[in-house]
């Protein structure tokens, strides 16, 4: 049974940094596309990462140089790396498996709160 | 980057009547556009890829249309159980944007 269970969230403070982890299970996380997508209080989604198959990483231009996506294969685990948080990140972090792109299984998700 | 804009932002229609989203993209997507259902509370579900494929499991009711720049999400006769948040993504390349969305009432 294919799985995707996110952890790592919580309250942080302005400046802050956060690592999110997305342990995988029922398939294999270095074959596939995996993304993480987040969604604020009350708004729509907004896609913030993908790590292709391959390695290559691209990010929302809202997000670029504060967080890094990775993926650890021994462990089946995609992470998000999130440093300088501001207030706007504040959301439920989704990761989610892509298909050929669409994102077409999606994890329980993880809420962060960046405040003081 | 490549912008996503769906129409209209929210919607209400009684039980049975047929409803349409509308999501075009301000450039050429060919047909890298998906589209997802977010029932209030939980975890959004893909409905659509490639602009008309209907996932495994998803009632027929729903259908898409499009290609380029101009897409269509359907349900042909709306349930209940169809209240929702629908989502509309383009994925061609990077950054994967999603339109802003359209909730869907029951009047």
């Known amino acids: 049974e294919v799985q995707l269970v996110e952890s790592g969230g919580g309250l942080v403070q302005p400046g802050g940094s956060l690592r999110l982890s997305c342990a995988a299970s029922g398939f294999t996380v270095s074959n596939n596309y995996m993304s993480w997508v987040r969604q604020a209080p009350g708004k729509g989604l907004e896609w913030v990462s993908v790590i292709y198959s391959g390695g290559s990483t691209y990010y929302a231009d809202s997000v670029k140089g504060r967080f890094t996506i990775s993926r650890d294969n021994s462990k089946n685990t995609l992470y998000l790396r999130m440093n300088s948080l501001r207030a706007e990140d504040t959301a439920v972090y989704y990761c989610?498996?892509?298909?050929?792109?669409?994102?077409?299984?999606w994890g329980q998700g993880t809420l962060v709160t960046v405040s003081s | 980057d490549i912008q996503m804009t769906q129409s209209p932002s929210s919607l209400s229609a009684s039980v049975g009547d047929t409803v349409t989203i509308t999501c075009r993209a301000s450039q050429g997507i060919s047909s890298y556009l998906a589209w997802y259902q977010q029932k209030p509370g939980k975890v959004p579900k893909l409905l659509i890829s490639?602009?008309?494929t209907l996932q495994s499991g998803v009632p027929s009711r729903f259908s898409g249309s499009g290609s380029g720049t101009d897409f269509t999400l359907t349900i042909s006769s709306l349930q209940p159980e169809d209240v929702a948040t629908y989502y509309c993504?383009?994925?061609?390349?990077?950054?994967?944007?999603f339109g802003q969305g359209t909730k869907v009432e029951i009047k």
């Open positions: 989610a498996r892509d298909y050929n792109g669409e994102h077409g299984f």
């Open positions: 993504q383009k994925y061609n390349s990077a950054p994967w944007t």
């Open positions: 490639a602009a008309s």
